[in-house]
């Protein structure tokens, strides 16, 4: 909040209302499904089919091209982006279907050329999530919601099978379908072409402008930062110096502003909610809220991974927000909701093991 009230004021009062909502939205999701969260595994395929609402970009007249992506979709003052709550929809379905078919793809699964890949049957709903995956290369332009949906599903996955070869065949599946894509996607080749080298002539005044000057920005921050306020976001004529601030680049602003000592800050704190969440699917007891939880924590992970990597050019840089840091209300909901599902696993899970109510 802080840091968003910095970059434009009216921007932070309307992320502080988003803020009220999500922790409504969080007491509704802890009071609604208190008293048992599984029943959401009766209905995975109406969350799933829910969950194709990621698409909703691509629909004309609603769908929003941000940067070359469609992200976002706009129906009269409302604008939200679907992938954020998506993810948690996707989650929910894949920990119903793993729970029912783990042993199926252990029992089942035949070695292949030294990989042992799980029977045909049973490896087809696989394919539709990677095929999904890929769709979402091509239809919606996200190399970032793409890597991280497909990711989470590789969490569970092994999770769910203990098999360290399916991972590694899916792995080697989204790397075949993104490299394809890439060579025949115009939107994806040039988010690879400016991560190879933002500082091309041709490239930097151009397309790589903003990963370029998220670099310039986070170097000029040093150790301990430059203080609050002190980023230089546009000059006097009104012309933009880093762009997307308090969304996309939030996080080049605060390593500017508050250096390396204050981007290890932040990052420590994800790592301390990623590290609560796989102790709460180690503690449940049933195979539902395990794959839940996992998948949960898994997908937060990797959206602080894609963003932040992008950032910093550890990845080709891609649209997804900051949790929690970010300027957007979808991602602020939809975050709440999922911190609220994780807090009902832990406390589920502390209550049968004797630890106690708390979470």
Not at 39 to 55: D, S
Not at 144 to 157: D, K, N
Not at 181 to 208: E, M, N, S, Y
Not at 248 to 274: F, H, K, Q, S
Request: hydrophobic content about 55%.
């Amino acid at each position: 909040m802080v840091v968003i009230y910095r970059i434009d004021e009216e921007l932070a009062r309307e992320q502080a209302q988003w803020f009220v909502v999500g922790l409504i939205l969080f007491a509704a999701t802890v009071l609604a499904l208190r008293r048992d969260y599984r029943v959401l595994e009766r209905y995975r395929y109406t969350i799933a089919a829910a969950g194709l609402l990621l698409l909703l970009p691509r629909v004309p007249v609603i769908g929003q091209q941000v940067n070359g992506a469609y992200l976002g979709v706009k129906i009269g003052p409302i604008s939200f982006q679907p992938a954020e709550f998506a993810k948690i929809a996707i989650v929910i379905f894949l920990a119903g279907y793993l729970r029912d078919t783990r042993q199926l793809l252990v029992v089942g699964a035949r070695r292949v050329l030294g990989v042992t890949l799980p029977p045909l049957k049973h490896f087809g709903p696989l394919l539709v999530v990677w095929g999904t995956a890929m769709l979402m290369l091509v239809f919606i332009r996200d190399l970032g919601s793409s890597l991280m949906f497909f990711g989470a599903f590789l969490a569970l996955l092994y999770v769910a099978t203990d098999r360290l070869s399916f991972v590694t065949a899916g792995m080697a599946l989204f790397a075949l379908g993104a490299w394809f894509f890439a060579a025949t996607v115009g939107h994806v080749r040039d988010r690879i072409d400016i991560w190879l080298d933002p500082f091309a002539d041709d490239v930097v005044q151009d397309k790589g402008y903003q990963i370029a000057q998220s670099l310039f920005a986070q170097a000029d921050g040093g150790v301990f930062g430059t203080g609050f306020g002190q980023a230089l976001l546009e000059l006097p004529d009104g012309s933009t110096i880093l762009p997307a601030p308090q969304t996309d680049l939030i996080y080049a602003v605060i390593t500017n502003e508050l250096g390396l000592a204050g981007a290890c800050a932040v990052i420590l704190v994800y790592l301390l909610i990623v590290e609560r969440g796989f102790k709460t699917a180690m503690l449940a007891q049933d195979s539902f809220s395990k794959l839940l939880a996992t998948g949960l924590t898994a997908v937060f992970a990797l959206q602080v991974f894609v963003i932040v990597g992008g950032v910093t050019r550890v990845i080709p840089l891609t649209g997804v927000t900051l949790p929690f840091v970010s300027y957007g209300g979808s991602s602020l909901l939809a975050n709440f909701v999922l911190l609220a599902l994780l807090l009902l696993v832990s406390d589920r899970a502390r209550r049968a093991d004797g630890i106690g109510g708390r979470a």
